[in-house]
T-cell receptor, first 115, second 107 residues
Framework: NAGVMQNPRHLVRRRGQEARLRCSPM?????VYWYRQLPEEGLKFMVY????????ESGMPKERFSAEFPKEGPSILRIQQVVRGDSAAYFC?????????????FGPGTRLLVL | RKEVEQDPGPFNVPEGATVAFNCTYS??????FFWYRQDCRKEPKLLMS???SGNEDGRFTAQLNRASQYISLLIRDSKLSDSATYLC????????FGTGTSLTVIP
């Protein structure tokens, strides 16, 4: 049973470009969460999605960031017009969606570097 | 005030030692708690859930004190492979992660 998949594992962008990060949840999981981890800091919640629905985006910056989880295909975290401060590790997690506050399983992360 | 607070450490302990980490949470309505382990530049991995009655998994024991709003993790007979950052999690509207406690087990 494959775990949570994320790609790319490393992404380099110049300021002003767009970054697209993909996450395929664990098989059988319908809930996806995105987190950002800055160097030497903890994980910060960004957004919680179910298929075709954003459940909680309270952690998403108001501008330039968006997320989706379409009916088919992976969840996408999109960052437009990247700035150096966006450089971080972005982790995706998934859970089955069968109960409240169930365990989340993390993917290997995408490390974004903005030059 | 942060939702979850942890002593960042670092904790440097010899092999075979017992080490304990505490974590406090601010939301008295939190229902679920977890300990995750994160190795350098890797993803967090679930170590154990924390139950009201406390739970043990081999050398690891987790406890919850609702009255004082803290959770703890005890590691007995430390191994070199236990070296990592340990993250505590409380839940509310979302998962709230602490910034982690760094542990290095020294030969």
């Amino acid at each position: 049973n494959a775990g949570v998949m994320q790609n790319p594992r490393h992404l380099v962008r110049r300021r002003g470009q767009e970054a697209r990060l993909r996450c395929s949840p664990m098989k059988g999981h319908s809930h996806v969460y995105w987190y950002r981890q800055l160097p030497e800091e903890g994980l910060k919640f960004m957004v919680y999605l179910q298929k075709e629905n954003i459940i909680d985006e309270s952690g998403m910056p108001k501008e330039r960031f968006s997320a989706e989880f379409p009916k088919e295909g992976p969840s996408i975290l999109r960052i437009q017009q990247v700035v150096r401060g966006d450089s971080a590790a972005y982790f995706c997690a998934s859970s089955p969606g069968t109960g409240s506050w169930e365990t989340q399983y993390f993917g290997p992360g995408t490390r974004l570097l903005v030059l | 005030r942060k939702e979850v607070e942890q002593d960042p450490g670092p904790f440097n302990v010899p092999e075979g030692a017992t080490v304990a980490f505490n974590c406090t949470y601010s939301n008295s309505a939190s229902q679920s708690f977890f300990w995750y382990r994160q190795d350098c530049r890797k993803e967090p991995k679930l170590l154990m859930s924390v139950y009201s009655s406390g739970n043990e998994d081999g050398r690891f024991t987790a406890q919850l004190n609702r009255a004082s709003q803290y959770i703890s993790l005890l590691i007995r007979d430390s191994k070199l492979s236990d070296s990592a950052t340990y993250l505590c999690v409380s839940t509310g509207n979302q998962f709230y992660f602490g910034t982690g406690t760094s542990l290095t087990v020294i030969p």
